[in-house]
């Protein structure tokens, strides 16, 4: 049962390239995530969705845009990628609620290489 | 100053021990606050809420202070299959998920 779900696992690109990383989700949830995670370092915001065509910038923003152009669709879009950009990329979903009523599930995570 | 903080460990601990772990949130106006698990080279997994009140689920307690702004973790009678990484994570009032660190647990037989 399959609920986020992350369009690649492992993605080798080169430096320069624009590289799409895209997110599904069928929860029907309202914010969208997307996170990457380095050693030592912990999961970082990088981007966060909150309805169709919203965003707001989370913690490292830089050298990354997102698009949303449907509910169930978050997009991460690195414009030119660099070797810094090497990293473990997830997305998430969650619901609105508040408390016991609040869910959050993530996807499979894509390891992104850049070379 | 980290919104979400936690001890990143590892905690070392033999199996049958209970061990517990702290963290700490800066934003007073945090909404709801979980404890995720994640295992090595897969996503970190809802392994429970933490309510006002406390929130227990066979072997493992949360329990919130707000007052003090902590969340803590205890794990009784640990068993090897918990060894992971276990990842505080707070709700802002604007729908934001703050993750911790990550606090890595090594259960020893």
């Given amino acids: 049962d399959v609920k986020v779900t992350q369009s690649s696992r492992y993605l080798v690109k080169r430096t320069g390239e624009k590289v799409f990383l895209e997110c599904v989700q069928d929860m029907d949830h309202e914010n969208m995530f997307w996170y990457r995670q380095d050693p030592g370092l912990g999961l970082r915001l ?8 919203m965003k707001e910038k989370g913690d490292i923003p830089e050298g990354y845009s997102v698009s949303r152009e449907k509910k169930e669709r978050f997009s991460l ?22 408390g016991s009523n609040t869910e959050a599930f993530f996807g499979q995570g894509t390891r992104l290489t850049v070379v | 100053r980290k919104e979400v903080e936690q001890d990143p460990g590892p905690f070392n601990v033999p199996e049958g021990a209970t ?34 009140s406390g929130n227990e689920d066979g072997r493992f307690t949360a329990q919130l202070n707000r007052a003090s702004q902590y969340i803590s973790l205890l794990i009784r009678d640990s068993k090897l299959s918990d060894s992971a990484t276990y990842l505080c994570v707070s709700l802002s009032n604007t729908g934001k998920l703050i993750f911790g660190q990550g606090t890595t647990l090594q259960v020893k037989p």
């Fill in chain 1, 46 to 53: 990088i981007y966060f969705s909150y309805d169709v065509k």
């Fill in chain 2, 19 to 52: 061990v517990a772990f702290n963290c700490t949130y800066s934003n007073s106006a945090s909404q709801s606050f979980f404890w995720y698990r994640q295992d090595c080279r897969k996503e970190p997994k809802l392994l429970m809420s933490v309510y006002s």
């Fill in chain 1, 77 to 98: 879009i690195l414009e030119s990628a660099s070797t810094n950009q090497t990293s473990m990329y997830l997305c998430a979903s969650s619901s609105v609620g508040q």
